[in-house]
């Protein structure tokens, strides 16, 4: 049990704790995130913005009248505020955000780099490579898509794939508690953690040259 719950600790609450503040972080960062003032608080923005990108996907383009281009920028849909990075907050407001969402992109993540790292495996061994574009090769591409978005749903079925669980509540646990001690540390520490990350990468891009 000890053992379990040490490795649940390092495999498990650590990774979520550091991808939910890189995750939030970048967010606020980025303009596409209010402050929060604890994990509830984030919940409930989450919630709102999803609401907010529903209400989105149904209206109709129309063109903009003087009146909403004039719209305060602070005001608009929040995907507005920047062009970069949508696709990933497409992809957390998909999965709903918070603990759920968080482990869903998350495992996604995994999913995808896994899959990734073996198409290149393949491509690096010529003996069994081997390619042909097709009508099926877009239909596995597209299956396949849809697959990997139902296995980041069920989350909690599928890391179990990528890492030895003896105790599923105590993996469940440590990852709750990572993703609580991401979000506390986001909102304590954020901005001095964030500011020195990339002071530090600066430093090594001007070290680089």
Known sequence: MIMESIKAALLGALPVACFTFLTVQWSIVSGRLPRFTDAADLQAQFKRMRKEAKSKAKQKKQVLNPDEADEPQQDRWFFNKRKGGD?????????????????????????????????LGKMIDITTWHFTFSFQFLVDLIINSIMNLVAAFIWFRTL??????????????????????????????????????????????????
């Open 160 to 209: 179990p794939n990528y890492v030895d669980m003896n105790n599923g509540l105590i993996w469940l646990a440590a990852a709750y508690l990572g993703y609580l001690g991401g979000v506390y540390f986001t909102q304590r520490y954020g901005d001095a953690a964030w500011q020195f990350l990339s002071t530090r990468l600066q430093n090594n891009k001007l070290g680089n040259k």
């Open 87 to 119: 696709i990933f907050h497409s992809k957390l407001l998909f999965f709903g955000g918070g603990f759920y969402g968080t482990m869903a992109v998350f495992t996604y993540l995994i999913i995808e780099v896994e899959e990734i790292l073996r198409f």
